[in-house]
C-alpha cells in the first residue's frame, strides 16, 4: 500500500473541499430575462479632435426564441443642430458553452443563423453573459490586417443599466463612455 507523503496532503485536502463546495454551490446557467427591456440615457463624449458632443442612447433588449435580440441605437447631437443617429440590432443565439451567444447575423443556404466572416470586412460579434452584466463584443477586420474592438458592458443598476462602452484600436483604447440608461 502507497501512502501520501505530509506534504501532499493538504493540497489534495484543498482540491477534495473545492470540488465539494462547486458541487453543492452550482453556477447559476445565464439568464437573459433580467435584462429584457428599454433603456435611454446620455452622454458627452469626447471626439476625436478633443471637442465634445452629446450622444442620446437607446437600447432594447429583447427574448427572441432561446435566445435574444439587442438594438441599439447612439444619436449625436452636431453643433449644427443636426442630430445624427446610428441603429444597430443583432439576435444573439445559445452556443454550447453557457453564457455565451452567437451572433445571428444572416442565414446560410440552409436556412441556418451564421456569424458575419471578419476576413470579408463583416464584424463577427458574440455576446456574454457573466453575473450581473451583459457584454457584446464586435470585432472588424481591415483589409490591411489591423483591427478594431468594440465592447459593451451593460451592468445592472438600481433602476436600468450602467453602460461602458470601448472602442479598441490595434490593442489601444481609442475611445470609453461610460452612463447610466434607465429602464423604461
Do not use: C
Amino acid at each position: 500500500m502507497k501512502y501520501l507523503q505530509p506534504h501532499m496532503i493538504l493540497p489534495r485536502l484543498w482540491t477534495a473541499l473545492a470540488v465539494m463546495f462547486l458541487l453543492a454551490h452550482p453556477v447559476k446557467a445565464a439568464d437573459i430575462s433580467q435584462f429584457v427591456g428599454s433603456f435611454t440615457g446620455s452622454a458627452m463624449v469626447e471626439s476625436s479632435d478633443g471637442t465634445s458632443v452629446l450622444r442620446d442612447m437607446n437600447v432594447k433588449i429583447s427574448k427572441v426564441g432561446n435566445g435574444f435580440n439587442v438594438q441599439w441605437t447612439s444619436s449625436t447631437h452636431k453643433p449644427d443642430g443636426r442630430i445624427k443617429s446610428k441603429s444597430t440590432s443583432v439576435k444573439f443565439v445559445p452556443t454550447d458553452r453557457s453564457g455565451i451567444y452567437a451572433a445571428a447575423m444572416k442565414k446560410n443556404v440552409f436556412g441556418h443563423d451564421v456569424q458575419h466572416d471578419p476576413m470579408k470586412g463583416e464584424p463577427f460579434v458574440w455576446g456574454r453573459i457573466v453575473g450581473d452584466t451583459l457584454t457584446v463584443f464586435s470585432l472588424y477586420v481591415d483589409e490591411a490586417g489591423s483591427y478594431e474592438m468594440q465592447q459593451y458592458d451593460r451592468t445592472l443598476a438600481e433602476g436600468g443599466l450602467q453602460l461602458r462602452f470601448s472602442f479598441l484600436q490595434n490593442g489601444g483604447e481609442h475611445r470609453s463612455v461610460s452612463t447610466f440608461l434607465k429602464r423604461h
